[in-house]
């Protein structure tokens, strides 16, 4: 089976260096066993794990024996599908048993970088960016997010989060998303960073699922493949969520692959360990059994979940994007396309008419590894703007029931006067977020 994937766009580097923040990181062990596919087994009275593994000659990854609803084993293959012929299955012939592929089959663009531009440093001590609200600056002093309009923290965001209606929402949640944890399943996060420190869950929560071990810290060189990706999703979240935390877990490696295996334990992971919102800024063209269960558990669990639509400008939107509006996850699923300034679509975006609603994804700035800043534009930067945002909505005591409908409700009309008139219908049921309309309807 062939699967393409997008969840990068273009990033465009305008670096800001940073004094290093010190946080202590565990230490890494080293790289999970990966299979090249990956079956799911019902189970039968009697089996074992011995007895299943010995019928496709693989190794067990998961075994459910009814305890938790779903008698179910999750097995992992190294020989490819049309050797398991019904005779090769023994035991199990007769079973729904569903084999699909696992390996890098959710991959990343190649992504074009400029180091061109100005650069601006950061001096003197420590920064943390988004603490209580407030942000701790060169000389030690304090200075409000919002200054006369503009966004302090990254004067170079200030028209996109006017756009969105980000300073009108914080005062609508003073909170700032406190008390919320947002799981960002990506390509890690720069543990280091000065934006992160103080706004992650606590270590016992991470996990790095590509290198099996417990620090999920980017890895790779900056501009090319994935690296700085999650840097970037996760400090998005927390510009519009300043007091949120992130758990950050790992998924793909340094050139933007990684495994079904990978992305369905992590979301399983987040759920286990206290996640309110998870967001998925990758994708595939296909969908994945597999993974479909973990989101099942996910909205069984009331974790709401945010997914990025591809950057193909195709008329179809990704995996597990293309999921949000299946009946059973429509209710805490949310997909988001990318639009630029004016409301139009951007050119790389994919649309469909199941896509839920459209963020402005064009230049976000964000934390990049190396204490480093920059700009990256992709539909996996419009999923976290809506992560972010109903993460202010817990914070200020929001139903969680009713925010996965109620955000691409009120968003903003994106086809009035004829705009995106090609794509009528096909950027959300109304189209780009709007956070004060989504806040005065959800909260008292």
């Known amino acids: 089976m062939t ?79 049309s050797t398991l012929s019904a005779q090769a299955l023994g035991p199990l012939r007769g079973r729904d048993v569903s084999i699909e592929s696992n390996r890098d089959v959710f991959k990343g663009g190649i992504l074009l970088a400029n180091m061109g531009g100005k650069i601006s440093m950061w001096a003197g001590g420590k920064i943390s960016m988004w603490a209580g609200g ?63 420190q103080e706004s992650l869950s606590a270590p016992d929560t991470w996990r790095d699922f590509y290198a099996d071990d417990a620090a999920p810290q980017e890895e790779g060189v900056f501009g090319e493949g994935a690296y700085g990706h999650g840097t970037n999703v996760a400090g998005i979240v927390l510009q519009v969520a300043p007091a949120a935390k992130i758990m950050p877990l790992r998924v793909l490696g340094a050139d933007g692959s990684g495994d079904v295996v990978m992305v369905a334990q992590a979301i399983d ?45 195709a008329p179809a939107i990704t995996y597990p994007a293309s999921a949000a509006s299946r009946k059973g996850l429509d209710g805490t699923s949310v997909s988001v396309g990318s639009v630029d300034l004016t409301d139009l679509k951007s050119g790389f975006s994919n649309y469909a008419p199941n896509l839920k609603m459209v963020a402005p994804g064009e230049n976000v700035y964000a934390p990049a590894p190396d204490g480093q800043m920059a700009a990256w534009s992709g539909t996996s930067m419009a999923a976290p703007m809506v992560s972010g945002s109903v993460a202010l909505a817990l914070g200020a005591g929001a139903n969680r029931k009713e925010l996965a409908k109620k955000i691409t409700d009120k968003a903003h009309d994106v086809y009035e006067d004829g705009a995106n008139a090609p794509y009528d219908g096909q950027l959300g049921k109304k189209g780009r977020l709007d956070l004060p309309a989504f806040l005065n309807e959800v909260l008292d």
């Open 269 to 313: 992971w987040a759920v286990a360990r206290g996640a309110d919102v998870i967001n998925l800024s990758l994708g595939s063209s296909e969908s994945s059994r597999v993974v479909d269960r973990a989101l099942e558990r996910a909205a069984a669990s009331g974790v709401l979940v945010i997914s990025s639509a591809g950057n193909e400008n």
């Open 134 to 196: 407030k942000i701790s600056m060169w000389a030690g002093g304090k200075i409000s997010m919002w200054a006369g309009g503009t966004y302090a923290a990254l004067p170079e965001n200030t028209v996109l989060w006017q756009k969105i209606g980000l300073e009108e929402g914080q005062g609508l949640a003073p909170q700032l998303g406190a008390g919320v944890t947002v799981a960002v399943i990506d390509s890690g996060i720069d543990l280091q960073h000065p934006a992160f």
């Open 3 to 81: 699967r393409t994937v997008s969840f990068l766009g273009l990033l465009t580097l305008t670096l800001l260096t940073a004094c290093s923040g010190t946080q202590s990181v565990p230490a890494v062990s080293g790289s999970a066993e990966r299979f090249a596919q990956v079956a799911l087994v019902p189970l039968q009275a009697g089996d074992t794990p011995g007895s299943v593994a010995r019928a496709l000659d693989g190794t067990i990854l998961e075994w459910n024996d009814c305890t938790s609803g779903q008698c179910s084993a999750l097995v992992g293959l190294n020989q490819r599908a």
